[in-house]
C-alpha cells in the first residue's frame, strides 16, 4: 500500500515536444506529491511538487496534473530540451517519509 | 536557497571496515533528516529518519546495528556503515527539512558512493 507506481521507464522526445511522466498511488494517506529530477551521480533536486487539494500547478515548463479520484499524477513537461535529459522520479509522502517511484529515464533528443 | 552537503562524496574502502558519511545544513536548521540508499538503474529506498537529539527511525528490513545514524546537532546527521560488505556498495543520499519553515519540501544532498571492495 506504500507503493507508488511510475510509467514509463525510459522515454525518448524530440526537442520541442511534450514529455508526459505518469504515477499512480494506493495510499490515500499520501499527502504531498513531489517531482524530482536526477543527474547521474548526483542527489535529486525538487522540481514540483502538488497537495491533493489542488488539481494542477504549473511552474515555467512543468506542470503537475493531480487526480485525485483516481490515484493518478503525472508530469509534463513543455518544450522539452536536451538539458532535460535526466532521471524523473515522482513520489508520495506521508508526514515527510517519501515513497519514490521506480523512474524514468528522459532522453530529449536534439 | 537550501542547501544540503555531503562528506565524502566517494569513499572506497575493504571488506570488513567502517565507514562514516556526513550530512550538513549549511544555511538552516534541521530537526529531521533522511538516508536514502540507491542502487545503480534502480529509485532512492528510504533507510531512516534521523530525529535530532533522539534515536533514528529505521525502516523495515535495515539493520540498526549495521547503519548507524547519529544525529548530534540541528544541521548534522552522520551514517556509518559498520564492517562494510561489498554488498553495502551503493550511493547514499541524505535529506532534511528545513525546521522553521514546517513545510513538506526536503532538500537533498549530492550522494556518497561507497564501493566496497
Same mark, same amino acid.
Given at each position: 500500500q506504500q507503493q507508488v507506481k511510475q510509467s514509463p521507464q525510459s522515454l525518448i522526445v524530440q526537442k520541442g515536444g511534450i514529455s508526459i511522466i505518469n504515477c499512480a498511488y494506493e495510499?490515500?494517506?499520501? /499527502?504531498y506529491f513531489p517531482w524530482y529530477q536526477q543527474f547521474p551521480g548526483k542527489g535529486p533536486a525538487l522540481l514540483i511538487a502538488i497537495r491533493p487539494d489542488v488539481s494542477e500547478k504549473k511552474e515555467g515548463r512543468f506542470t503537475i496534473s493531480f487526480n485525485k479520484s483516481a490515484k493518478q499524477f503525472s508530469l509534463h513537461i513543455m518544450d522539452?530540451?536536451?538539458? /532535460?535529459s535526466a532521471t524523473y522520479f515522482c513520489a508520495a509522502s506521508i508526514r515527510s517519509r517519501l515513497t519514490f517511484g521506480e523512474g524514468t529515464q528522459l532522453t530529449v533528443n536534439p | 536557497g537550501a542547501v544540503v552537503s555531503q562528506h565524502p562524496s566517494r569513499v572506497i574502502c575493504k571488506s570488513g571496515t567502517s565507514v562514516k558519511i556526513e550530512c550538513r545544513s549549511l544555511d538552516f536548521q534541521a530537526t529531521t533528516m533522511f538516508w536514502y540508499r540507491q542502487f545503480p538503474k534502480q529509485s532512492l529506498m528510504l533507510m531512516a529518519t534521523s530525529n535530532e537529539g533522539s534515536k533514528a527511525t529505521y525502516e523495515q528490513g535495515v539493520e540498526k546495528d549495521k547503519f548507524l545514524i547519529n544525529?548530534?546537532?540541528?544541521?548534522l546527521s552522520t551514517l556509518t556503515v559498520t564492517s562494510a560488505h561489498p554488498e553495502d556498495s551503493s550511493f547514499y543520499i541524505c535529506s532534511a527539512r528545513d525546521?522553521?519553515?514546517?513545510?513538506?519540501e526536503q532538500f537533498f544532498g549530492p550522494g556518497t558512493r561507497l564501493t566496497v571492495l
Amino acid at each position: 500500500q506504500q507503493q507508488v507506481k511510475q510509467s514509463p521507464q525510459s522515454l525518448i522526445v524530440q526537442k520541442g515536444g511534450i514529455s508526459i511522466i505518469n504515477c499512480a498511488y494506493e495510499n490515500t494517506a499520501f /499527502d504531498y506529491f513531489p517531482w524530482y529530477q536526477q543527474f547521474p551521480g548526483k542527489g535529486p533536486a525538487l522540481l514540483i511538487a502538488i497537495r491533493p487539494d489542488v488539481s494542477e500547478k504549473k511552474e515555467g515548463r512543468f506542470t503537475i496534473s493531480f487526480n485525485k479520484s483516481a490515484k493518478q499524477f503525472s508530469l509534463h513537461i513543455m518544450d522539452s530540451q536536451p538539458g /532535460d535529459s535526466a532521471t524523473y522520479f515522482c513520489a508520495a509522502s506521508i508526514r515527510s517519509r517519501l515513497t519514490f517511484g521506480e523512474g524514468t529515464q528522459l532522453t530529449v533528443n536534439p | 536557497g537550501a542547501v544540503v552537503s555531503q562528506h565524502p562524496s566517494r569513499v572506497i574502502c575493504k571488506s570488513g571496515t567502517s565507514v562514516k558519511i556526513e550530512c550538513r545544513s549549511l544555511d538552516f536548521q534541521a530537526t529531521t533528516m533522511f538516508w536514502y540508499r540507491q542502487f545503480p538503474k534502480q529509485s532512492l529506498m528510504l533507510m531512516a529518519t534521523s530525529n535530532e537529539g533522539s534515536k533514528a527511525t529505521y525502516e523495515q528490513g535495515v539493520e540498526k546495528d549495521k547503519f548507524l545514524i547519529n544525529h548530534a546537532s540541528l544541521t548534522l546527521s552522520t551514517l556509518t556503515v559498520t564492517s562494510a560488505h561489498p554488498e553495502d556498495s551503493s550511493f547514499y543520499i541524505c535529506s532534511a527539512r528545513d525546521s522553521s519553515g514546517g513545510g513538506y519540501e526536503q532538500f537533498f544532498g549530492p550522494g556518497t558512493r561507497l564501493t566496497v571492495l
